[in-house]
């Protein structure tokens, strides 16, 4: 007994069109879509900065092998590396600069013992001194950097909360 389907003689050569799925421009291949990178500012690793007078500067330059994005400032150009396509494509080298200004004098003021790597009394320090610098215009220094700062520096505290429960579980076993 046949299926009474509406169009149930379909050609599929007849209806499909493939010359729709070449490229114009005469690429014989197609692109791929972009691959998002949302969590590029949780990729600091803050084993590479350390805090108080152990902590490390680096450098903004690409080392090769072992102090590859080494330091705060490795781990700042290792995010704007990694994100350069899609997430991180507004920060400039004078952003990366301004941010570790922001950065670094909390870090490395906090005692090597304390329980936290940026507390929050210098995480609201560094918000209010970066949106005063936002809101300057010659700064260069935008809202879309301040949220982006906002993003490390909430994963280095977040990070380090981590990583100090995960040694007490180790501890209390």
């Known amino acids: 007994m046949p299926l009474n389907l ?4 379909l050609n599929i050569r007849s209806n499909s069109n493939l010359s729709n799925l070449r490229p ?3 690429l ?3 692109k791929t879509p972009a691959v998002s990178h949302r969590g590029v500012m949780e990729n600091i690793d803050i084993n590479k900065i350390s805090k108080g007078y152990l902590m490390t500067e680096g ?5 090769t092998g072992v102090k590859r994005f080494n ?3 490795g781990q700042l150009a290792k995010v704007r590396h990694e994100g350069r396509r899609l997430s991180t494509k507004n920060i400039s080298q004078k952003n990366l600069e301004q941010m570790h200004d922001l950065i670094a004098a909390p870090i490395s003021r906090s005692a090597v013992s304390s329980g936290t790597y940026i507390s929050r009394r210098d995480r609201v320090s560094i918000m209010n001194k970066s949106r005063q610098l936002a809101k300057q215009r010659d700064s260069g ?3 879309e950097d301040r949220r982006d700062l906002m993003k490390m520096v909430d994963s280095m505290r977040r990070q380090y909360r981590d990583s100090i429960l995960k040694s007490d579980d180790k501890d209390s076993e």
């Open 59 to 63: 450098t903004y330059g690409t080392n």
């Open 71 to 73: 330091g705060l400032k």
């Open 141 to 143: 220094f935008t809202f």
């Open 6 to 9: 509406p169009n149930n003689n």
């Open 28 to 30: 014989s291949r197609l």
């Open 24 to 26: 114009q421009n005469g």
